[in-house]
C-alpha cells in the first residue's frame, strides 16, 4: 500500500486559502474535515470483514498499516495547520453498528488508540482541537476516546449523549 503525496505545490495551498480567508472566524469555528479515519482506511483497502478478522489473525501487519496511515494522518494535520490554522482537525472514524460497536475497549486501546492518540496529539501540539465522528452505539468506547485526548466525540442519536455527559463531564 502506497499513500498519496501531501507534498502539495504553494497555489493549491493558496487556493484553500483563498476559501479560509472567506469564513469569519468571529462568527464560524473553522474546521478540517479528514475521512477516512484509522479503522475506515483500513476496511477501504480490504473489506470490513476482512479488515476486523485481520486485527484477530494479523495483528503485526495490521499495526504496521495502521502505522503508516497515522504517520500520513500526522503529516497531513501539519500541512493544513501550517497553512489554514483551523480551530479544529474533525475525524471521520465509524467504530460501530446501530447496536453495538464493531469490537471492544480492549480491542481498540491495542489496535487503534496508540495510533488515534499519535494523530489527536498532533492536532493539540498545533493547537487544534480534535473532534471524533463515530457512528453506531459506541458509548462503550468513550473511555478509549477519553484516554487518546479526543476533545470532542460526534456521535449519533442512539447513544445516550445526556448519560455520557454525566458520566465523563469536562474529559470530552
Not at 68 to 84: F, T
Request: aromatic residues 12%; negative net charge; proline residues 5%.
Amino acid at each position: 500500500v502506497k499513500a498519496p503525496s501531501l507534498d502539495f505545490p504553494p497555489h493549491l495551498w493558496d487556493i484553500c486559502k483563498g476559501m479560509y480567508a472567506g469564513v469569519d472566524g468571529e462568527k464560524a469555528f473553522k474546521a478540517c474535515f479528514v475521512a477516512p479515519g484509522l479503522f475506515e482506511q483500513c476496511h477501504h483497502l480490504m473489506s470490513i470483514e476482512e479488515a476486523l478478522m485481520a486485527f484477530y489473525e494479523y495483528p503485526d501487519e495490521m499495526h504496521e498499516l495502521i502505522d503508516a496511515i497515522a504517520d500520513w494522518e500526522v503529516e497531513l494535520a501539519k500541512g493544513i495547520c501550517e497553512n489554514l490554522h483551523p480551530d479544529m482537525l474533525f475525524h471521520h472514524d465509524d467504530w460501530g453498528s446501530q447496536r453495538a460497536p464493531f469490537f471492544s475497549a480492549n480491542t481498540v486501546r491495542e489496535m487503534l488508540a496508540p495510533y488515534l492518540k499519535r494523530i489527536v496529539d498532533s492536532a493539540h501540539k498545533h493547537g487544534m482541537y480534535f473532534e471524533l465522528h463515530s457512528c453506531g452505539q459506541v458509548e462503550s468506547l468513550v473511555p478509549v476516546m477519553i484516554e487518546c485526548g479526543v476533545d470532542l466525540w460526534n456521535g449519533q442519536d442512539m447513544n445516550d449523549k445526556v448519560k455520557m455527559a454525566q458520566m465523563y463531564g469536562d474529559k470530552i
